[in-house]
């Protein structure tokens, strides 16, 4: 009996025993994520409405009501697009502003831009459920914060914006 222990122990080399802690790692850190001690799953807390304001700066369009309220925009957040599309909840508009100083150099006066006519900012107001957690709120699998480039796309448009406010609606 002795001997065949000696075997044994004899025939394990380095990688085998490299082999065991790698199991046993991947065992725990299992174990582990099931139990909700890991970062990788965020407890979700439950689902919420909200309504995510995306700014879009100097588009330049003849038509500043391309964006309607009421209608479907496709969504994308790190190539990864949005289904089913999002419902457009306020639309604001204004033309490209420029400023300058007053001529007693107090205050700043914004104006048209002369140079780019056609430019356009807007926020968009788009609204949907999400998932709420510790971190934030979860869109359809992807975490969405201010900050965040996203695509929006309808019939005439295909737009890039950035998130620049997310707020949960009653």
Known sequence: MQ?????????????????????????????????GYAGVNNQIKGQAKVAIDVYISGLKTHDTQLFKVGERSAFTIRNQPVYPPMVILAVKEWSKQVSFLSADGKKALAFNDPAQPLAHDFVITLGDE????????????????????????????????????????N
Request: with cysteine; charged share 25%.
């Open 3 to 35: 001997a065949n222990k000696k075997k044994l122990f004899g025939k394990l080399n380095i990688l085998d025993f490299w082999l065991l802690i790698v199991i046993f790692a991947c065992i725990s850190g299992l174990t582990l994520a099931k139990a």
């Open 130 to 169: 999400a998932e709420v957690t510790d971190d934030g709120y979860v869109l359809r699998g992807n975490k969405i914060k201010v900050g965040n480039q996203v695509e929006l796309e309808g019939f005439k448009y295909r737009v890039q914006g950035v998130v620049v406010d997310i707020r949960q609606q």
